[in-house]
């Protein structure tokens, strides 16, 4: 059986959007677990703690936002990431500051929401990066995106954190020479952001340590 990347808890009263969510990340190869209230999910968190809690806002009874507030009062490190409708993202930034550590707008912009569970999974710390070169090389390289300029960021910073999550992804999966591909793919783009000078120097040099790591631990063809 292949590694999981994760373990992802879905929150959401309706089944259909449970559903899409479940299938989209366990085939990016996460392990995702449900609960359709509140009360559920924070009877699974605290049974078998996930590393990133999509938590949608509007469900009857226990809200999104009242199960994130009680969560906080065991577990103030857990990721939540709320789901909210377009008419609720001004409820969903106020939840920032309650602790949840960013929203998902539906209908779902999936890189977006790919990007952000992944992000997500790296501060939550699952898979140490001190003993996972695939994860140590994923938050070296999104250090160095978020401290590229905005511009610089929409394109080669998105195409680089795009490049490292398809590289994990294709190792979890077995797929070895896929995952080298996305490598070169990542040291090409290292190049390209040098030279228009997007990257610093000392982030530079801490997406290449990760990444000859990665390197070194990409299986041998038998």
């Known amino acids: 059986m292949s590694p999981s990347l994760g373990r992802i808890l879905v929150v959401d009263d309706e089944a259909p959007v449970r559903e899409v969510l479940s299938e989209y990340f366990s085939s990016q190869g996460y392990t995702v677990d449900e609960a359709s209230n509140g009360n559920d999910a924070i009877g ?25 507030r009680r969560v906080r009062t065991f577990d103030d490190a857990l990721t939540i990431i709320m789901v909210t409708a377009n008419e609720d993202v001004g409820l969903a930034r106020e939840t920032l500051k309650l602790g949840a550590f960013d929203y998902v707008a539906k209908p779902f912009d999936y890189d977006y929401l790919d990007r952000t569970v992944s992000a997500g999974m790296l501060k939550s710390g699952a898979g140490s990066t001190d003993v996972d070169p695939w994860r140590r090389l994923a938050h070296a390289v999104f ?15 998105a195409r680089l954190e795009a490049a490292a999550l398809a590289a994990a992804r294709e190792v979890a999966t077995r797929r070895a020479a896929v995952a080298a591909e996305h490598l070169d793919e990542i040291e090409l783009l290292l190049s390209i952001a040098t030279d228009l000078g997007d990257l610093p120097g000392p982030d530079r040099t801490l997406v290449e340590t990760a990444l000859e790591a990665a ?5 041998v063809a038998s």
């Open 215 to 219: 390197r070194r631990a990409l299986p």
């Open 44 to 68: 699974t968190i605290r049974r078998h703690r996930p590393d990133v809690v999509l938590l949608d806002i509007r469900m009857p009874g226990l809200d999104g936002v009242e199960v994130l």
């Open 143 to 157: 250090r160095a995106a978020r401290a590229m300029n905005a511009t610089a960021r929409a394109s080669t910073g």
